[in-house]
């Protein structure tokens, strides 16, 4: 029996990740997440609002609390409520460090319905915010 270092040795070019775009697409093929969820088949929920991290989807408050709900079903149904004192909504924490948070109180979208403000790194890079409209 020959070792690496003698003879032939194995072609790993095929199965070497190139970068991480490419490991989380090959993870997210073999399990559910969140990132399905938000990034369905590679394109971020919704219409691009304002720029393209905001997304804008038609719904309401309602709406937005059920894909909060699958966001947390996805990712193990565990969570942690980081609701800052005063804020009009609710903050939730995943257990990777993800923050998400659904608020019915706009600044400066006075025709919106909700919110939901998504910090998820991992899941979905690609929004910074899901605005619910009518």
């Given at each position: 029996?020959?070792?690496?270092?003698?003879?032939?040795?194995?072609?790993?070019?095929?199965?070497?990740?190139?970068?991480?775009?490419?490991?989380?697409?090959?993870?997210?093929?073999?399990?559910?997440?969140?990132?399905?969820i938000?990034?369905?088949?590679?394109?971020?929920?919704?219409?691009?609002?304002?720029?393209?991290?905001?997304?804008?989807?038609?719904?309401?408050?309602?709406?937005a609390?059920?894909?909060?709900?699958?966001?947390?079903?996805?990712?193990?149904?565990?969570?942690?409520?980081?609701t800052p004192?005063?804020?009009?909504?609710i903050?939730?924490?995943?257990p990777?460090?993800?923050?998400?948070?659904?608020?019915?109180?706009m600044?400066?979208?006075?025709?919106?319905n909700?919110?939901?403000?998504?910090?998820?790194?991992?899941?979905?890079?690609?929004?910074?915010?899901?605005k619910?409209?009518p």
């Amino acid at each position: 029996m020959r070792g690496f270092g003698e003879g032939n040795q194995p072609d790993i070019s095929n199965t070497i990740v190139d970068s991480f775009d490419d490991l989380r697409d090959l993870l997210s093929s073999f399990f559910s997440s969140a990132r399905d969820i938000l990034v369905p088949n590679g394109q971020p929920l919704g219409q691009s609002g304002s720029n393209p991290r905001i997304r804008e989807v038609q719904g309401d408050v309602d709406t937005a609390l059920d894909l909060l709900g699958k966001v947390i079903e996805e990712e193990g149904g565990t969570f942690t409520d980081v609701t800052p004192a005063g804020y009009p909504g609710i903050m939730i924490q995943l257990p990777n460090g993800e923050r998400y948070a659904v608020r019915d109180k706009m600044n400066n979208s006075p025709n919106t319905n909700a919110n939901m403000d998504v910090n998820a790194p991992i899941s979905a890079p690609e929004i910074k915010k899901i605005k619910f409209n009518p």
